[in-house]
């Protein structure tokens, strides 16, 4: 175990070169290095030297005495100046600070003079504003956190949990889980096609990770959530290796909860289960081998890690079963030359390439089976690729240091081959009370879509990238300026329904009641067909910022960034292009008692955040879907219909040509942007204790996402004198199906409101659409402190109080768990937004962490981590009224708003009186709504019907390193060790199907728990 020091405070004289690192501490928060900087006698030579590589530097203080080491790799360094050498922790993105003056006040007290890799987790850092935490693979491998980046970032403050349905991902300070940015060695690795994903790497490899979830400077942008930063390991003068395997097996967990369905008709019967998990097991093994070392002593070193894996996860569902095994290795090689001590290249690859190979099983008149029967299919999903990044730093002067960096990423998303059956017909066969997707037919259920078939390759996504940096120290100014440039491209085969059809089959009184079952079988067909293609995106940036010492105790800020997005649709035409933006940065640091035990920041910005590639695939390419009810005449041998007369016409969204690029978008439009304020302030109770708080405020000024209406369009040319129908109407050219647009602003777009084949922009006020101006602002007060290693034990936590409101969540929706960045269902039409004002579903409004380890002799440790939370806002859900509903109202057959699924605020009330869907008469013909066949609607509001209940997580690790064997590690760690599984989210949908018109009495049933408890057990050998 790393020992830990304490780190100390700093005299005045220090603390003004302490002030003179940037204040913009999001510089280095998004980078890979480090600084040290601080005061010694005017004129002085001052030298380090990296205690592990033997790189080192001189320079010469100023006449004030201060010095200034930028642009460092995290590490142990030497710091030396006039006969005197202190040792000094380098971490990411932060500034490390050693003083060769004597305390002014005679105490070590306020002076720091060590910061070493451990002692309190983040010391107060009189150099930095930024909102950061910082772990290392020590601290990382002593605390019970589960081995992925997202669950450490969970234990800084201002983080919560998002929903599962977005895998395991991280909400910062009320933005949603696709808005945060995912760095390795300072390379961007977000997966830009929707932001919910990013570069994996063996988690073993990393040397130190920092969380950052507000207030960094004009260097980086593109996210408005938060940022993490991975530091990877590399060598060293000593050739060092090891080992490691990591087990969570199967007996060690408990089992989860089944929720049972409340509808009278299924209490008692083989289909009472509403959510069935009990039987669901896994069982995960991972092991590394990894060494590093000099292959040439002080010039050139090597790391090499190899992970390998087993891991098995069993589900059963309530018709078939499933067995996902992932046995692909994954890798990571670092390469590290110092030319000179002054020219330093370095080079990095991963490859994170995954296969799921999933078995499916399909027991026959064995539903909730416990273990797997029945016929087996497989199948394979790919994710995954690699990354290499190279790096060149430069010390030109003793006050002029530039970097350059390059970096290629690729990544296969979502890739399954396509298995036997894809030229049947997608067919379930419903035909029961239960509505049960019950599939028939030669079709493979685990390809309910098909890929197209003229389209080479697996879906890829490509990212291209280069960053030019300079820094320059002129007197009390520190300038840093630079340029980025990042080219990303999206492949993307269309995809279409197996066999090119879907046939579901129903009992007519099961679907529109019961006065309806005389209607007898009937099936529903569907077809949808979207565009192949490759897309690309251009993000480019430049910025310039000063930190200006303007006092020996108060250090100004400002900052501009400059950038700019591309978009383009699969024939390399653009329909997305942003003017200059421009994003500020502005603040201050105040240090109150002149001995950085007092710190008082704060500072202001605006943020903006890319358009994803999903914008284009699913905006630009041609996306073609219609569905028919027919009635059903019988079934063939092989599973097909017998189709009958048509029971509900067609209904066509879409059409087979991909929309002119310049209706697409908006030419007005803004990319999404946030302004954040921070003001805070830390300080140091005693030589153990440190204590802070911020007051965070976030508001999105300008949201962008598509809509689809078009009445609005047709009102606004009939009040221009363009007298003919022209937004869909099949003449001249025609509106796309959607376009993006800033909600609640007016929108100037590419028209044809002539109907003569002729576009010309026009602009249309916002409120002919109807839809609210996009909101969403984050208000917290965040209290954290530490305790630093002292007597055995440390402890760190923190309890935040925050509020995230608004009309939408951002660029997902959690309700839908749809990840379509920038393309969401929330603004399709305007009654989508009909209630949605409230709190968001990333809202917490409290939420209490605690961390720590204690030490009982030299060779045993416990360590715990606790977790206390409220819980979310509940929703009601339902489906919106095809009548009385603004400017988007539908036809009787349904429209574009009877495609949608119950995800709106409407929900069924008796005693309402906005009326719903027409249902067929006795004659297979639309009837007429009336009090008695008509879904009668009240509209909620986004969160009214409460919250979740409180949950409780508590963690603990045992950790022995015996004396008898040195760098043996032998660890347990037991996850949610009171097995505690409350209700996590309950099922929001009140009505199961828009023609149902009753209440489903599953709403507001449970849905989700807490996890169950599990062991993991680790071995550790390192020599």
């Known amino acids: 175990m790393a020992s830990k020091h304490l780190s100390k405070g700093l005299k005045r004289s220090a603390l003004t070169v302490a002030l003179g690192l940037c204040f913009a501490a999001g510089v280095q928060a998004q980078s890979s290095v480090g600084s040290i900087n601080g005061d010694a006698t005017a004129g002085s030579t001052v030298r380090i030297e990296n205690i592990d590589t033997g790189v080192s530097r001189e320079i010469t203080s100023d006449s004030s005495g201060r010095f200034t080491f930028p642009q460092l790799s995290p590490g142990r360094y030497k710091v030396t100046s006039n006969g005197v050498t202190k040792d000094v922790q380098v971490k990411v993105g932060t500034g490390s600070t050693v003083s060769f003056s004597a305390p002014a006040n005679g105490t070590e007290f306020g002076a720091v003079t060590v910061v070493g890799s451990g002692g309190a987790f983040n010391p107060i850092d009189v150099s930095s504003v930024e909102s950061t935490s910082v772990f290392t693979a020590e601290q990382i491998d002593e605390l019970p956190v589960s081995r992925d980046v997202t669950n450490v970032a969970l234990l800084a403050p201002g983080t919560v949990r998002g929903d599962t349905g977005f895998g395991n991902l991280a909400s910062f300070g009320g933005a949603s889980v696709a808005e945060n940015g995912y760095y390795i060695n300072g390379f961007d690795v977000t997966n830009i096609r929707n932001f919910v994903s990013f570069a994996d790497m063996p988690f073993d490899a990393i040397a130190e990770q920092q969380v950052k979830t507000g207030g960094y400077g004009a260097e980086y942008g593109r996210s408005l959530g938060g940022v993490i930063s991975i530091v990877t390991k590399r060598g060293t003068n000593e050739w060092k290796a090891g080992a490691s395997v990591y087990w969570a097996p199967e007996w060690g967990q408990e089992s989860g909860k089944d929720v049972y369905s409340r509808d009278p008709d299924l209490i008692g019967t083989v289909d009472d289960r509403f959510v069935y998990r009990s039987s669901n097991t896994s069982d995960e093994l991972l092991y590394n081998i990894y060494g590093g070392g000099p292959l040439i002593k002080d010039k050139l070193f090597f790391f090499g890690l190899v992970q390998g894996q087993d891991n098995n996860v069993d589900r059963y569902n309530a018709v078939d079963s499933t067995n996902v095994n992932h046995n692909d290795p994954s890798g990571l090689i670092k390469l590290d030359w110092n ?176 006065d309806y079952a005389f209607l007898g079988d009937i099936v529903r067909r569907r077809t949808n067909f979207t565009q192949s293609g490759a897309y690309e995106v251009t993000n480019q940036a430049a910025y310039i910022e000063d930190s200006w010492q303007a006092t020996d105790n108060l250090l100004l800020y400002g900052g501009l960034r400059a950038e700019t997005f591309e978009n383009k649709n699969a024939d390399g035409a653009t329909f997305i292009k942003s003017d200059t933006l421009f994003a500020p940065r502005v603040g201050f640091s105040w240090d109150v008692n002149g001995d950085s035990t007092f710190k008082v920041f704060g500072n202001a910005g605006r943020y903006y955040i890319p358009v994803s590639s999903n914008t284009s695939i699913r905006g630009s390419g041609f996306e073609y879907s219609d569905e028919t009810w027919f009635f059903l005449d019988g079934v063939n041998p092989d599973g097909t219909p017998i189709i009958g007369d048509v029971l509900i016409p067609t209904a066509v969204n879409g059409s087979f040509v991909a929309p002119d690029p310049r209706t697409l978008a908006a030419t007005n439009l803004d990319p999404m942007y946030q302004d954040e304020y921070i003001l805070g302030m830390q300080m140091q109770l005693n030589t153990n204790w440190q204590l802070g708080m911020r007051a965070i405020h976030r508001d999105v000024k300008a949201g962008m996402d598509d809509t689809c209406t078009h009445n609005g369009f047709d009102q606004w040319a009939a009040d221009n004198g363009f007298v003919d129908g022209f937004s869909q109407d099949g003449v001249g050219i025609d509106m796309p199906t959607c376009y993006t647009v800033n909600p609640g602003k007016d929108v100037t777009i590419a028209l044809d409101p002539t109907n003569t084949n002729t576009l010309a922009e026009y602009t249309v006020p916002a409120r002919y659409l109807g839809l609210p101006e996009y909101q969403r602002t984050y208000n917290a007060v965040e209290f954290f402190w530490e305790r630093a290693k002292s007597d055995n034990w440390y402890l760190q936590g923190s309890y935040t109080f925050a509020k995230s409101k608004g009309n939408v969540e951002g660029y997902v929706n959690s309700t839908l768990e749809q990840d379509d960045a920038g393309a969401t269902q929330d603004f399709d039409f305007a009654a989508f937004e009909d209630g949605s004002y409230g709190y968001l579903p990333n809202d917490r409004r409290h939420t209490l962490k605690l961390f720590g380890a204690y030490d009982i002799t030299d060779e045993w440790s416990v360590s715990a981590n606790m977790l206390v939370q409220s819980g979310r806002p509940v929703n009601c859900n339902g489906f919106i009224p095809l009548v009385d509903v603004g400017i988007d109202p539908s036809s009787p057959d349904g429209g574009s708003l009877g495609n949608y699924s119950g995800s709106s605020f409407y929900c069924l009330d008796p005693n309402g009186s906005i009326g719903g869907r027409p249902l067929p008469g006795p004659d297979g013909i639309s009837g007429t709504a009336d009090d008695t066949t008509s879904a009668r609607y009240r509209l909620h509001n986004r969160g009214d019907e409460g919250r979740t209940p409180w949950t409780h997580t508590f963690d603990v690790g045992l950790t022995y390193q015996p004396q008898w064997l040195e760098g043996l590690t032998l660890q347990m760690k037991v996850f949610n060790v009171l097995n505690s599984q409350t209700v996590t989210e309950y099922n929001e949908s009140s009505q199961s199907q828009r023609t149902n018109l009753v209440t489903d009495p599953d709403y507001l049933n449970d849905f989700n728990y807490q996890a169950p408890r599990y062991v993991r057990f680790t071995a550790r050998y390192e020599f």
């Not at 029961?432 to 079709?443: E, F, H, K």
Request: charged share 20%.
């Open 339 to 514: 030319i000179t001590d002054d020219h330093i290249i370095e080079v990095t690859g991963i490859w994170n390439k995954d296969v799921a190979e999933t078995t499916t099983y399909r027991p026959v008149g064995v539903p909730y089976a416990t273990q797997h029967l029945g016929a087996s299919s497989v199948s394979t999903l790919e994710n995954g690729g690699e990354v290499y990044i190279g790096k060149y730093t430069g010390y030109l002067t003793d006050n002029f240091t530039i970097a350059a960096q390059y970096g290629y990423l690729r990544n296969v998303n979502n890739f399954q081959e396509e298995l036997p059956g894809g030229n049947c017909p997608a067919i379930y066969d419903s035909r029961d009370a239960n509505l049960t997707l019950r599939p028939i037919g030669c079709w493979n259920p685990d390809q309910f879509q098909v890929r197209d078939a003229a389209f080479d390759g697996p879906d890829e996504d490509f990212r291209r990238a280069w960053r030019l940096d300079a820094e320059w120290q002129l007197a009390s100014h520190k300038l840093r300026f630079g340029v980025d440039h990042e080219a990303f491209e999206s492949t993307h085969a269309g995809l279409q329904y197996s066999g090119g059809q879907y046939f579901r089959y129903f009992r007519a009184g099961d679907v529109f009641g019961p």
